[in-house]
């Protein structure tokens, strides 16, 4: 750990529980709380339209550490926040008599648009300071408005649709392409086309060993395009301070610039190399990166793998027809 | 309780005791009494009773008082009237060494809580009042080890267990190590379990339809008392005998229903030697502890005596009250599983046992009591260790006893909204009509399923527990094929009984589920009895049974949609954006700050300690250290250096730290420049890290 | 350059941003080109059911007032357009957090009003960047305007949002940092302003850092709780779009009655804050700049947005 406070804060685990959520006082089944996955997911077919979420939690403090030590007045506070809307719904827990702390957040969905991050803040007196901020839960909770499953994001979005015929009509200049890569937005999206003949069926479909090693050097293809695309972007939106000094940046890009940096930029630390890239694109040097953006992205896409295999079944299905 | 139930008959059986205790014959008292031989016969066959007047006279005969031959009770004896009687061996010269389905049982102290609790609760007597069951450990030393082993007339047996402990066979070696153990430390521990509310040892000495015989006379004897049962005092009471070290076990009965009279304090001791050779003489092992019996053919033998208030108290076998029950005392008691040793740890190994299996008949609704009470106490010469502890379900089985609890108080739920609730569902059992019964038609139970989230500590989640009976747990299933996110639970079936309903359709399913159990009733399973008793397609509907009792908890648990897939699995793969959490971590290859501490000096600047890990390399580094203000949200604030002191391993020249090379790790200490600090140094917190140098 | 109305569409449309990014050409965001307006209303998709308050024409208005009035100094149209803006475009923030509104009225409705406001001298010449048109809250010329109006008023009162956008320091700075998503905070940070003790640019900066700062060791939550806004009164207020007639040019309109930031929990921060700024060491400092003072030094890592 490279951070220190001034005056002691716990060291004990602090864990939080979504034990029950209600939508518009009507209670949410449980299938849509994971635990495991701690994200709680509000979307449901039968009721699309709710004003008014309600999230019962549980908190469970190191009451042992927080008895001995040197903190008054504790305070146990839940935050809803999400960055999109500039939101944050706070609720101030109770200790219950059973040792944890409880009670309930409620937000509006009126003020949020798709994923809010829920924590928990112990604050308490020390030194005769108040408010002093003395930890925070271990791992946040995801509430996710528009997902029907309580699951963390873990891929960009891939979205199959007709260029030509497609609701977004951007995407028919690009008709006859077989995908399009857009990393505007909150998540990046993979475009496939349906309307270009036999792509997504196939890239869907099972097959022979040749057929899924071919399949598996497409997807090798697609995804590595993917990932220079999310590369470029992610160094391209940098924002940087008063100082010129770029910011870490938050969601996906963060996912994308700690997944290749470390690849394109292999003996700098990770805010080194962000420096350096961003150096190279502002004031030169940016093309000399390339091989490198070209070989992280191939990296992640497993292009040597998929590409070996795809010969080594090609050369096999050879060798049997003879 | 009702002191004699048929005295017809009772009255007979005194009397014919009475004589032959006596060594009286029938003539002598007709004798006596101016009376003649047939009428004496007529009395003790049971065909007439004597008037009122004629028993004060037969009880003058006898020398014993008139009360007593008004009631026919049978007499208490005193100690004196107690002998040890030995088995001869076999004239066919046939040795065993221990008693054979001993060896069938580990002796665990959980295995004994398991056995010796689930046959108490088979012979509950009044079903409207719980079974309670009591776990007594007691370790005896010095004094009163003594007046125990005296009681016990120990100095009769103790050539016997010399003579059995050898090393030639294991239970040789376990009696030899229980006689060293109690000499070297001068100490004995007893293990008593209680029951009450129970119907205990009825029924005479010998016979078939007697529960005293069944648990002290025979091996192996399955004495079934009702049909729910298990196996009543079935194999299980070998537990209490292998959970001895001297294979000695003592007993006391109050019976439900009188037996020669009288209802409390009835005594016994067994013991289970191996063939022995003792003085010339060879014993087959078996040992009664009682009164001698005279009855023709069993002379010899060692019966059943109803004892005085010391003698029991001497035996440590008091029991509480009137209510019925046994006490069995396991003399030398020991855990061979070894993994509790001591008091503490067998007191613990009882009771963590008796919650694990018996949760269910423990756990009961909010206006019902529960079939079971249990308890455990620890004692060392009468005195207190750890105090009489209730056996409460919820503290080490909580999401169990919450899923049947919420049953019970009919607040289980089709569907859970909050962590705390119980689903329930229905699994279907299709009974098939029982070969040559008058039903013809398959009967069809519901089977209740019941799901809750499990605790936080659950090292076995998701398992599925199915009972039926008395709520005993037959198998516990593990449930796979989840979902990908399914929070873990906990779930459990109630079949036949065990659902509370009394309907024909419960007593079919219970019937056929029982039937579906191989011996050890661990299991519903195609069993050869299920093809032997039910029409054909038994064995299907057992299949369908456990297949559909997954189903249903994968029902309850799951989501109520699939994944929509969100494109082509090969592709996605690819793209995961959280691919840097996972797969391997390559090593850093540049130096990286470990460790920081420290604190705000007086003037407001802060003052860090810094270790620093270094890669291998043979080439020096140079860094720059940074001190930043951590911000909510934004880029952090760098704050100057007022002064930066090398520590080990490295040297400060202008501000950058130079590292020696080879060195793996270093350390500096800093002090920060007041003047550089966005807010005072108090208010915030600090963060340190290494820059390449520029 | 003007746009007459009658070039505009009557309803506001989504422009996704991969759109109106492929537009943003040189030759735009120099102001010598406009944007093609035909096929930018192609590329955006309709509102759903027209309602009042997607109406461009009062919008625009308001935009050709604010450029007739404030000519002079164009940095003093934030003050005057924010909650007039804020008060015609009545949404939720739900629907304020979706780029494509602001893309639509940068690209489609007023073009001319982002120059107006936004070209400058930059190493690619005279012209606005590229994040007026599309870009982060903090910096696109409407979204700004409407999330400053949005996060510094108090309850239906707009002066303190007003005050707030008179400084663009505030607008540049503070509307950039999470701090002030807690109302109390923000109400606090104008208070400041209101009172004279924090008057530049530079204080406000340092005043920005000092919370941003100390929010790492003080949860302004605890010590200033604040009340949730009233959802209902606001949805009564959006929905009321329908019968209000345009915003007063003069006077300033009323927002949704969501109900007033505590005023105790606004006190004790200004207490709390006053104290942070007058201890904060780097403020007596004359040069500007905060921190080492070399610049490019790198970036910080992990949690670049904490709650706490």
């Not at chain 2, 005194?14 to 009395?43: C, D, F, G, K, N």
């Not at chain 2, 009164?291 to 010391?310: H, K, M, V």
């Not at chain 2, 908890?553 to 840097?580: S, W």
Request: proline share 5%.
């Amino acid at each position: 750990m490279n951070t220190v406070f001034p005056y002691p804060v716990l060291t004990g685990d602090i864990t939080l529980e979504v034990t029950a959520v209600k939508l518009d006082g009507r209670p949410l089944p449980l299938s849509m709380i994971s635990r495991d996955h701690k994200v709680v997911a509000l979307h449901e077919v039968e009721r699309s339209r709710w004003d008014e979420a309600r999230l019962d939690l549980r908190v469970v403090l190191p009451e042992k550490e927080l008895a001995d030590g040197p903190w008054d007045d504790v305070a146990c506070l839940a935050a809803l926040t999400e960055a999109s809307t500039n939101a944050r719904a706070t609720a101030r827990l109770r200790r219950s008599d059973a040792g944890w702390w409880s009670g309930s957040l409620v937000f509006h969905r009126d003020a949020h648009l798709t994923r809010a991050s829920l924590t928990v803040a112990v604050a308490a007196t020390v030194d005769g300071e108040s408010g002093r901020l003395v930890g925070m839960a271990e791992e946040s909770w995801i509430v996710e408005l528009d997902e029907r499953i309580p699951a963390r994001k873990q891929e960009l979005n891939i979205h199959e649709t007709d260029f030509r015929n497609g609701s977004e009509t951007w995407l028919q200049t690009f008709q006859d392409a077989p995908w399009v890569v857009e990393t505007t937005g909150d998540m990046p999206t993979v475009h496939l086309n349906t309307g270009f003949e036999g792509l997504v069926d196939f890239l869907n479909g099972g097959g022979a060993p040749v057929e899924r090693a071919v399949r598996g050097m497409l997807a090798a293809q697609i995804a590595a395009e993917a990932w220079t695309a999310m590369f470029n972007a992610a160094v391209g939106d940098l924002e940087c301070d008063d100082e010129g000094r770029p910011q870490w940046p938050t969601g996906w890009r963060d996912g994308v610039l700690r997944s290749m940096l470390p690849d394109v930029l292999p003996d700098l630390s990770i805010s080194d190399a962000l420096m350096e890239v961003h150096l190279r694109l502002t004031e030169g040097g940016w093309q000399e990166l390339q091989p490198r953006i070209q070989y992280a992205a191939a990296r992640r896409a497993k292009t040597p793998k998929n590409i070996a295999n795809g010969l080594r079944a090609m050369s096999r299905d050879v060798e049997t027809e003879r | 309780m009702v002191e004699a139930t048929d005295q017809r008959q009772d009255f007979g059986d005194w009397l014919e005791r009475q004589l032959r205790l006596r060594r009286m014959t029938q003539s002598a008292l007709a004798e006596a009494l101016e009376v003649t031989p047939a009428a004496v016969s007529a009395w003790t066959t049971g065909r007439a009773e004597p008037r009122e007047d004629r028993k004060r006279a037969i009880a003058a005969a006898l020398g014993v008082e008139e009360e007593a031959v008004l009631r026919r009770a049978a007499q208490v004896l005193p100690p004196s009237a107690l002998n040890w009687h030995h088995r001869p061996a076999h004239r066919d010269g046939g040795r065993e060494f221990g008693n054979a389905a001993a060896f069938a049982f580990d002796a665990d102290l959980a295995v004994l809580a398991r056995e010796a609790t689930q046959n108490s609760l088979d012979e509950q007597f009044d079903p409207k009042r719980p079974v309670r069951v009591r776990y007594t450990l007691e370790e005896l030393s010095g004094e009163h080890l003594r007046a125990f082993l005296d009681a016990l007339q120990w100095d009769e047996i103790r050539p016997h267990f010399e003579a059995s402990a050898t090393d030639r066979h294991k239970v040789g070696r376990v009696i030899a190590e229980g006689l060293r153990e109690m000499t070297e430390s001068d100490s004995l521990l007893l293990l008593r379990v209680d029951d009450y509310n129970c119907t205990g040892l009825t029924g005479p000495d010998y016979g078939d339809d007697s529960k005293f015989a069944a648990v002290l006379r025979d091996q192996l004897n399955s004495h079934k008392g009702r049909s729910t049962a298990g196996g009543s005092y079935g194999l299980g009471k070998i537990t209490l005998w292998a959970t001895s070290r001297l294979g000695l076990v003592l007993v006391n009965s109050t019976l439900s229903g009188a037996h020669e009279g009288r209802t409390s304090r009835r005594l016994y001791g067994r013991l289970e030697l191996p063939w022995h050779s003792k003085g010339g003489e060879d014993f087959a092992g078996l040992a009664g502890f009682g009164e001698t019996d005279t009855e023709p053919g069993r002379e010899g033998t060692a019966r059943s005596w109803w004892a005085d208030e010391t003698t029991t108290r001497s035996l440590r076998l008091e029991r509480e009250g009137r209510d019925p029950g046994t006490s069995f005392l396991i003399v030398g008691a020991h855990d061979a599983a070894g993994d509790a040793q001591t008091l503490q740890e067998m007191h613990e190994k009882l009771v963590r046992a008796l919650a694990d299996n018996f949760w269910a008949a423990m756990t009961s609704g909010r206006d019902s009591r529960p079939v079971l009470e249990a308890s455990v106490t620890t004692l060392r010469n009468g005195n207190v260790v750890i105090p009489e502890q209730r056996v409460d379900p919820a503290v080490h089985q909580p999401a169990r006893t919450r899923a049947l609890s919420a049953y019970l108080n009919g607040e289980a739920v089709e569907q859970r909204t909050d962590t705390t609730q119980v689903a329930v569902a229905y699994v279907p059992l299709r009974v098939p009509p029982e070969k040559g019964a008058p039903r013809k038609e398959s009967a069809e139970h519901n089977a209740v399923l019941l799901v809750t989230a499990a605790d936080d500590n659950d090292r076995e989640p998701n398992r599925l527990v199915c009972m039926r009976g008395n709520r005993m747990t037959v198998m516990t299933r593990r449930v796979t094929d989840l979902p990908l996110g399914t929070d873990a639970f906990q779930a459990v079936l109630l079949a036949g009984r065990a659902t509370g309903s009394d309907a024909p359709e419960a007593h079919a399913a219970e019937q056929f589920l029982r039937t579906s159990e191989p011996p050890e009733h661990n299991d519903w399973t195609k069993t050869e009895d299920l093809v032997t008793s039910y029409v054909r397609g038994a064995r299907q509907r057992i299949e369908d049974f456990r297949k559909d009792m997954l189903v249903a908890v994968r029902v309850l648990v799951g989501r109520r949609e699939r994944v929509k897939t969100g494109g082509p699995a090969v592709l996605r793969e690819l793209l995961r954006i959280d691919a840097h959490t996972t797969g391997a971590r390559r090593p850093d290859r540049y130096p990286v700050v470990r460790h920081v501490e420290g604190s705000v000096d007086a003037r407001g600047a802060w003052n860090v300690r810094v270790e620093v890990k270094l890669p291998r390399r043979t080439d020096p580094w140079s860094m720059t250290p940074t001190a930043r203000f951590e911000v909510r949200s934004g880029s952090r604030p760098a704050i100057s250096w007022a002064k930066l002191i090398a520590g080990e391993n490295c040297r400060v020249e202008q501000g950058v730290l130079h590292f020696e090379a080879g060195a793996t790790s270093a350390s500096f200490e800093g002090v920060t420049e007041v003047s550089s600090h966005p807010v005072t140094g108090r208010m915030a917190r600090v963060v340190v890290d290494l820059q390449k140098g520029r | 350059m003007s746009t007459t109305s009658r070039d505009l569409p009557e309803q506001i449309a989504l422009l996704p941003d991969v759109v109106a990014s492929r537009y943003l050409t040189h030759s735009v965001l120099a102001g010598r080109e406009r944007p093609p307006q035909l096929a930018l209303i192609r590329g955006s998709e309709p509102m759903g059911t027209p309602a009042a308050r997607w109406t461009v024409e009062p919008l625009r208005q308001l935009i050709d007032v604010a450029m007739r009035r404030h000519d002079g100094d164009r940095a003093t149209a934030d003050a005057w357009l924010a909650p007039r803006l804020h008060a015609t475009l009545r949404i939720t923030r739900r629907e304020a957090a979706d780029t494509r509104i602001w893309n639509f009225l940068a690209m489609v409705v007023a073009p001319d009003y982002v120059l107006w406001r936004h070209k400058g001298v930059t190493k690619e010449g005279d012209r606005a960047t590229t994040d007026r048109f599309v870009g982060l809250h903090y910096k696109q010329t409407f979204a700004r305007l409407w999330w400053a109006a949005e996060l510094f008023r108090d309850g239906d009162d707009y002066e303190p949002a007003r005050l707030a956008c008179e400084n663009q320091d505030v607008l540049n700075t503070m509307l950039r940092l999470a701090v002030i998503d807690h109302r109390p905070t923000a109400r606090a940070v104008v208070r400041l302003l209101e009172k004279g003790l924090v008057r530049t640019g530079r204080d406000v900066n340092a005043l920005g850092t000092a919370i941003n700062t100390a929010a790492g060791t003080l949860v302004y939550d605890v010590l200033a709780p604040d009340e949730a806004p009233d959802a209902d009164s606001r949805r009564y207020w959006i929905d009321e779009a329908e019968n209000a007639g345009p915003v007063s040019l003069d006077n300033l309109p009323f927002g949704p009655d969501d109900g007033c930031v505590p005023g105790d929990s606004v006190d004790e921060l200004v207490r709390r804050f006053a104290q942070l700024f007058a201890e904060a060491p780097v403020r007596g400092k004359e040069e500007g700049r905060i921190g080492t003072g070399r610049s490019n030094e790198g970036v910080s890592l992990d949690k670049t947005y904490s709650p706490f």
